[in-house]
Every structure is written in structure tokens, then in C-alpha cells.
């Protein structure tokens, strides 16, 4: 049964009547612990939702400058800690308004002019998400790189790739990392079209419908750093479990990425492959067998991987099927949206991390590429001396059946017959590295102009 607040609650909504205890406590359920993570971005969106009250003509200059300074005390109060959302409050935006009416009483009855909870609430998950999809598109470029680091360091390293888990044609731990290297660059290649989505400012757009009043949402927007609008206001509840799902999927796509990375590190760290060796510290134990190495960050790299899944079903499941307009049921995108996040920027982090810790066994790598494995190398051989490759195929595969040894190539050869751009004597890295860099140029020109707006919103700079 969900637990009775012990003290008065404040709303933003009472009339005068005393809410039921046990159907707030139902109906706030665990708001107020997802809704922590927003409250700085509340108090950020409600200094630019002023300065478009103030373009406005609907809060004077003196008004204006009394809520600007609240806003900015109650900021530096929730950055140390002595304004939080406690049981007194409903959510982040009741806490931050009774904070502010208790100091300053004529500000605190003033700052929601000209907007709803349902607006506001959208303004700072889109603030949280800029900043979060930032900082996540800066650890997909960390992963990327540790693996163009690992691809360099490995490139003559070969061993056996494998189709359907058999051994197939030569590889190299270099055209392994080279190749997950390049599967994480096109999930971040996908973050700036997600980007432009949330960077769109809804205030404004109040409960859905707009409001009767001469707001220049425009000011609220420059205000806060956004890049446009959500133009038509009914479009902003429409957008509710929309931009969640779409986050969502773009972790899904990086988190495939990691999921696959982490299998083949399992499995070549066997010891039936030995491709691969897991350092000791990157290792747990049994508690009954004394000679185990376990690759149990990968294995739950793995399971995160498919939780993120999870969390993209529950937000999917929520939004479908409602109406238009504003449903209580969003309240609930939340919780499967912070824990997507969390588990995707968990992945990335622990990945870049291990990655430039794995070796490579070579001498086991070369044992295990031979046989079936450079059998395709001899039918090439014969289609370059001038055999149609159908003929080269069967004739190949008949002697093969027999038992034939056919020549064996050198690992220097090997490579050199593989200089086809992306091929395992020619990775590209150089062009990897490049559509990193361009990468990291997007990333730091919009943390700049993200990180610029909240500073002159907090008073840190003009």
C-alpha cells in the first residue's frame, strides 16, 4: 500500500480542500525521486521562462529582476543541497515554488504566469536531455576511440573470423575492433538528427491549447538556448513519449553495439579460443573453483544491453493508443527514460574503460587460422591466375573434400592480398579517426552553446 505523507502536501493545484492522503501518495508515487534529477533543470527553465514574460509585457522590471534573483538563490540552494523535494511536495516544480513563496511571496505567486505544469515539466526533461545526450554522445566517442586504438595496436594480429560461430576467412584483432570502432560511429552519427527534435523549446504551449495571453515564446526560447520551437502548442503533449521513445531507441542502437562487442570478448576470451585475454583485474571469481576467470562485466554489458530494450518497450507500451491532449499516464515515461539513460552511459563508460586493457594472443590466433579457414584464399589465388571462379569453387572444394593440402600463405601475404579499402590490410583508420573528429567538433560547438545559455540564465556570465 503506498505510504500516507506525514505532512501537509503542497500542491500547485489545491483549492482549498484537503487532497485524500492515500490517493496522493498513489498519485505522486515515485515523482519525487526521478523528479530530483530535474529540479536544477526547473529552476533553469523557470529563469528562461521569465525573461519571456518580461519580452512579454506581462512581468514588470522590478518583478523581474526580484524572480531573476529567487531563481538564482533557489539554485545555488539546490546546488548545496537546502532546497530539495521532500514529502511536502507533490514534484520538483511545487517544490521549487513553495521554496520560492516562502522567501519572496510576491515572486513565488508570479512565476507561473504563463505557463502549466504540463509545459514546464516538458521544458526541463528537454533541458535534461540535452545535457545527458550530450555527455552520452561524449562516451560513445571515448568507446570509439579506445577501439581505433586497439585496432592499430592490432592490425598484424591475425586470427580465424568466424561465420555462423565456424571458422570462415582471415581476420585480425585489428578488423575486429575496426569494425565495432565504425558500428559505434554510425549510432553517434544518428544523435544530431535525434538532436534537433529536443532541441525545440514548449513553453508556451501551457496545458496543450495555448493560453490567452501575448507571449513571445520566441524570447523563452533564445533564453534557454533552443534551437526553434515546437510550433503548434497542441503538438507538445503529442511529443510526450515520442522524444522518450526516441531517445530510447538511439541507446537501444548504441547499446547493440556494446551488446555484440561484449559477446565476441566472452567468447574469444575462452579458453576453447584464447584469442583474446582478459586481464586478471577485469576478472571475477567463483567461489568454488579457484582457477576461474570470469567475464562478467561483458556478460552484464550483455544484459544492460537488453534491459535498455526494456525500458524502450515500457515507454512504447505507455504512449500508444492514448488520445490527444495530456494523460496522468506520462508521469510514468520517467522512470524507463532515467534508467535507459543510466544504463547506457553505465556501458559505455565500463567498455572504454576495458577495452585497451584486453591482449591479443597471437601465437594462438595464427595456430587457429589454417585449414578451412584459407581455403577461400586458394580460390582467389586461382581466379587471379585466370580460372572463372565457379570452376575455381567446385575444383577447390572437390580437392578440399579429398583431403588435398593446399599452399599455405604467410601472414605477410595474407595481408597484402587485402588492400581493398576496409579490408584487413587496409582498415581506414585514418577515415575512422576523421569521422570521429568531425564528431567531437559537433559535440563541443553544441555543449558550448548549451553550456553558455544555462550560464547566462544562472548569472555566471553575460
Known amino acids: ?17 484537503a487532497p485524500d492522503a492515500l490517493m496522493i501518495a498513489y498519485t505522486v508515487g515515485d515523482d519525487r525521486l526521478w523528479d530530483a534529477r530535474l529540479l536544477r533543470w526547473d529552476i533553469l527553465g523557470s529563469l528562461g521562462h521569465i525573461e519571456g514574460l518580461r519580452a512579454s509585457g ?14 538564482r538563490q533557489a539554485l545555488a540552494a539546490a546546488r548545496s543541497g537546502r532546497l530539495t523535494i521532500t514529502e511536502a511536495h507533490e514534484d520538483a516544480h511545487s517544490a521549487v515554488e513553495d521554496w520560492l513563496t516562502r522567501r519572496h511571496p510576491d515572486a513565488g505567486a508570479r ?13 526541463d526533461l528537454r533541458l535534461y536531455l540535452k545535457d545527458t545526450l550530450l555527455g552520452l554522445h561524449r562516451q560513445a566517442l571515448d568507446l570509439a576511440e579506445a577501439l581505433l586504438g586497439f585496432a592499430a595496436t592490432s592490425r598484424m594480429a591475425l586470427w580465424p573470423g568466424y561465420t555462423h ?37 514548449p513553453l508556451g504551449s501551457a496545458a496543450g491549447y495555448g493560453l490567452p495571453l501575448p507571449l513571445k515564446r520566441e524570447a523563452a526560447m533564445r533564453a534557454l538556448g533552443f534551437g526553434g520551437l515546437d510550433q503548434v502548442v497542441t503538438s507538445v503533449q503529442l511529443g510526450r513519449g ?62 544492460r544491453a537488453a534491459a535498455v530494450e526494456g525500458d524502450l518497450a515500457a515507454v512504447l507500451h505507455l ?50 587460422l589454417r585449414g578451412e579457414a584459407l581455403v577461400t584464399d586458394e580460390v582467389m589465388r586461382r581466379v587471379e591466375g585466370g580460372v572463372a571462379f565457379r570452376t575455381a569453387y567446385r575444383d577447390v572444394a572437390a580437392e578440399f573434400k579429398d583431403g588435398v593440402i593446399f599452399p599455405v600463405p ?27 573528429r568531425a564528431a567531437g567538433r559537433w559535440n563541443r560547438r553544441e ?12 548569472g555566471r556570465s553575460r
Open 1 to 17: 500500500m503506498p505510504k500516507s505523507p506525514s505532512v501537509p502536501l503542497a500542491t500547485l493545484w489545491s483549492q482549498g480542500v
Open 58 to 71: 506581462l512581468l514588470s522590471a522590478p518583478d523581474h529582476a526580484r524572480l531573476r534573483a529567487a531563481l
Open 111 to 123: 512565476v507561473h504566469t504563463g505557463r502549466s505544469r504540463n509545459d514546464q515539466v516538458a521544458c
Open 165 to 201: 560461430q565456424r571458422r570462415a576467412m582471415p581476420s585480425s584483432g585489428g578488423l575486429w575492433a575496426a569494425g565495432l570502432a565504425e558500428g559505434v560511429l554510425t549510432s553517434i552519427e544518428m544523435l544530431p538528427a535525434l538532436w534537433v527534435r529536443i532541441d525545440r523549446s
Open 242 to 303: 515520442k522524444h522518450e521513445a526516441a531517445v530510447l531507441a538511439w541507446c537501444v542502437d548504441v547499446g547493440h553495439e556494446l551488446s555484440r562487442c561484449a559477446a565476441d570478448v566472452i567468447l574469444f576470451s575462452a579458453e576453447e579460443f584464447g584469442l583474446l585475454v582478459l586481464p586478471p583485474e577485469l576478472a571475477t571469481g567463483s567461489s568454488i573453483m579457484p582457477h576461474k576467470r570470469n567475464p562478467d562485466l561483458f556478460e552484464l554489458t550483455r544484459a
Open 319 to 368: 504512449k500508444g493508443k492514448l488520445a490527444g491532449g495530456y494523460h496522468r499516464d506520462f508521469q510514468l515515461l520517467k522512470e524507463p527514460l532515467f534508467r535507459g539513460l543510466d544504463r547506457t552511459g553505465a556501458m559505455l563508460a565500463m567498455l572504454a574503460h576495458a577495452i585497451p586493457k584486453l591482449q591479443v594472443d597471437r601465437a594462438r590466433g595464427l595456430a587457429l
Open 410 to 436: 604467410t601472414p605477410a601475404d595474407l595481408i597484402r592480398r587485402r588492400q581493398a579499402t576496409g579490408n584487413l590490410g587496409n582498415l581506414g583508420l585514418s577515415s575512422l579517426r576523421a569521422q570521429a
Open 447 to 458: 555543449r558550448a552553446r548549451f553550456d553558455r545559455a544555462m550560464a547566462r540564465l544562472a
